[in-house]
């Protein structure tokens, strides 16, 4: 994976339909509440299949593990994490590791 995503934290509203990929499979999507170590929340977009959509209930402590994503939806872009893998929640454990290129150059003002 170039991208991983582990947060833990409390899903705070109900699995819905997302999308259905090309190959069949049907993805929901729920928010997590995660909270930094500032003591911050963050609600954040997650994305699982069906099978995974009966452990999203509302309050569920869980951890998952993922990959930051994103898709070009109409004319925004949509930012989630595609979750892989769900754990018991035994402690705020939060990180998310980016590995890639800067594909474009950077071009600085002058004045």
């Not at 991208?3 to 190959?23: E, H, M, R, V």
């Not at 951890?63 to 402690?91: A, M, P, W």
Request: glycine residues 6%; hydrophobic residues 40%; proline residues 3%.
């Amino acid at each position: 994976m170039n991208n991983k995503a582990i947060l833990a934290g409390t899903i705070i509203s109900s699995p819905a339909f997302y999308t259905q990929l090309k190959t069949g499979k049907v993805l929901f999507r729920s928010h997590m509440c995660v909270v930094r170590t500032s003591g911050n929340e963050d609600l954040l977009p997650v994305v699982f299949t069906k099978e995974m959509a009966p452990e999203f209930e509302i309050g569920a402590k869980m951890k998952i593990t993922g990959r930051l994503q994103s898709r070009n939806n109409e004319n925004h872009l949509d930012l989630f994490v595609r979750v892989y893998k769900i754990e018991q929640f035994e402690k705020d454990e939060n990180h998310v590791e980016l590995d890639g290129i800067v594909c474009k150059e950077t071009v600085f003002r002058t004045t």
